[in-house]
T-cell receptor
Framework: GDSVTQMEGPVTLSEEAFLTINCTYT??????LFWYVQYPGEGLQLLLK?????DKGSNKGFEATYRKETTSFHLEKGSVQVSDSAVYFC???????????????FGQGTILTVHP | DGGITQSPKYLFRKEGQNVTLSCEQN?????MYWYRQDPGQGLRLIYY???????QKGDIAEGYSVSREKKESFPLTVTSAQKNPTAFYLC?????????????FGPGTRLTVT
């Protein structure tokens, strides 16, 4: 079945440091890939997405590129801020019959803490 | 403001009692989902529904039940048969179509059973 593996956390960085959170996946067909972010005590928010190989998703300074050859979707940011402290989830969805309806399969989440 | 509301934010129950978690959306989305979140395990799908009066089991449906009598509402009942009910529960909704439509999440309900 489908699965998503994220790098082990927690990750602790100083402000303005470079961030990478690794994500690899196993899926049948051609999944869509997502990064979601969860701030303390809240639900999940979509951070960025990519729907096909070599697509780059980007938002709020975060980027991730859909790499089919390595089945990866690593999240990067050049300079993190204290406000980026949150839990980050990588997820995939295999599209059923060409529609966007279907479950998301999540990685276990990576806790990021950024210190001033 | 369009969005998903879940209530209550915190819920406490005694073991052996059924409890129902509320989820309402005013986004006019056809599909709705329930996920369970446990520390270090990500989110796992409990049930999902594509249309009123129809729903399907997800990966961990045992001990849970749902209904979809209205498009806007998708309540989840945690029954006494659920062996480890203490968790953070998240409801989501999405459009159904041929594009890559995201799932929108509610703020969650933290259930504690003692």
């Amino acid at each position: 079945g489908d699965s998503v593996t994220q790098m082990e956390g927690p990750v602790t960085l100083s402000e303005e440091a470079f961030l990478t959170i690794n994500c690899t996946y196993t899926a049948t067909g051609y999944p869509s890939l997502f990064w979601y972010v969860q701030y303390p005590g809240e639900g999940l928010q979509l951070l960025l997405k990519a729907t096909k190989a070599d697509d780059k998703g980007s938002n709020k300074g975060f980027e991730a590129t859909y790499r089919k050859e390595t089945t990866s979707f690593h999240l990067e940011k050049g300079s993190v801020q204290v406000s980026d402290s949150a839990v980050y989830f990588c997820a995939l969805r295999t599209n059923a019959g060409g529609t966007s309806y279907g479950k998301l399969t999540f990685g276990q989440g990576t806790i990021l803490t950024v210190h001033p | 403001d369009g969005g998903i509301t879940q209530s209550p934010k915190y819920l406490f129950r005694k073991e052996g009692q059924n409890v129902t978690l509320s989820c309402e959306q005013n986004l006019n989305h056809d599909a709705m989902y329930w996920y369970r979140q446990d520390p270090g395990q990500g989110l796992r799908l409990i049930y999902y529904s594509q249309i009123v009066n129809d729903f399907q089991k997800g990966d961990i449906a045992e001990g849970y039940s749902v209904s979809r009598e209205k498009k806007e509402s998708f309540p989840l009942t945690v029954t006494s048969a659920q062996k480890n009910p203490t968790a953070f529960y998240l409801c989501a909704s999405s459009i159904i179509g041929t594009g890559t439509y995201e799932q929108y999440f509610g703020p969650g309900t933290r259930l504690t059973v003692t």
